[in-house]
């Protein structure tokens, strides 16, 4: 069965610092990896997406994540982060019949 | 173009009652799929349909269930209503059934029980 964790529960960083947000998938074929935010009361917006190819993968709000495939690692990153960054973040696994699989979520908060 | 939407964005029954909740997908989308997000219990995979049909369901019991219009958008109905029904329900639409295409999420439906 595929499974998400994520070891963080929540993150405190400073405006400004730099950010990884840690997530272990399992999953027993050539894994789709997604890493979703969830701003209060909303739902979730994607931020970027694994499927092949390139492991080092760009996504939106300047947020890049890493395919390890020998860790069984998609890590996400960002040089700089911005107040408007806090929110809960999820990595996820899978799609198709099963739907996606998610981690319990990381909560970020920015420290002024 | 419009995203994924939800109805009503808030929803209070009490325990026993009926609740219906909607979801419309992207237009051209023809996956949806249902998931709840309980207080510790974090995201789960309710209810997968595509092309009007149920396809998939997650590990929640039969008082859960829904279906798809031929305009693709979705009703959730949970029957026999518990206290641990208490979650936000998102709704995500694909364009169709293959294995990692991106689900885009609306908002949700925010359940409460009394």
């Known amino acids: 069965a595929q499974s998400v964790t994520q070891p963080d529960i929540h993150i405190t960083v400073s405006e400004g610092a730099s950010l990884e947000l840690r997530c272990n998938y399992s999953?027993?074929?050539?894994?789709?990896l997604f890493w979703y935010v969830q701003s209060p009361g909303q739902g979730l917006q994607l931020l970027l997406k694994?499927?092949?190819?390139?492991?080092l993968v760009q996504g939106i709000k300047g947020f890049e994540a890493e395919f390890k495939r020998s860790q069984s690692s998609f890590n996400l990153r960002k040089p700089s982060v911005h107040w408007s960054d806090a929110a809960e973040y999820f990595c996820a696994v899978g799609g198709g019949a099963d739907g996606l699989t998610f981690g319990k979520g990381t909560h970020l908060i920015i420290q002024p | 173009e419009a995203g994924v939407t939800q109805s009503p964005t808030h929803l209070i029954k009490t325990r026993g009652q009926q609740a219906t909740l909607r979801c419309s997908p992207i237009s051209g989308h023809t996956s949806v799929y249902w998931y709840q997000q309980a207080l510790g219990l974090g995201l789960q995979f309710l209810l997968w349909y595509d092309e009007g049909e149920e396809r998939n369901r997650g590990n929640f019991p039969p008082r859960f269930s829904g279906r798809q219009f031929p305009n693709y958008s979705s009703e959730l109905n949970v029957n026999a209503l518990e206290l641990e029904d208490s979650a936000l329900y998102l709704c995500a639409s694909t364009p169709g059934d293959t294995a990692g295409s991106t689900q885009h999420f609306g908002d949700g439906t925010r359940l409460s029980i009394l």
């Open positions: 999953y027993g074929a050539t894994p789709y």
């Open positions: 694994y499927f092949s190819g390139d492991t």
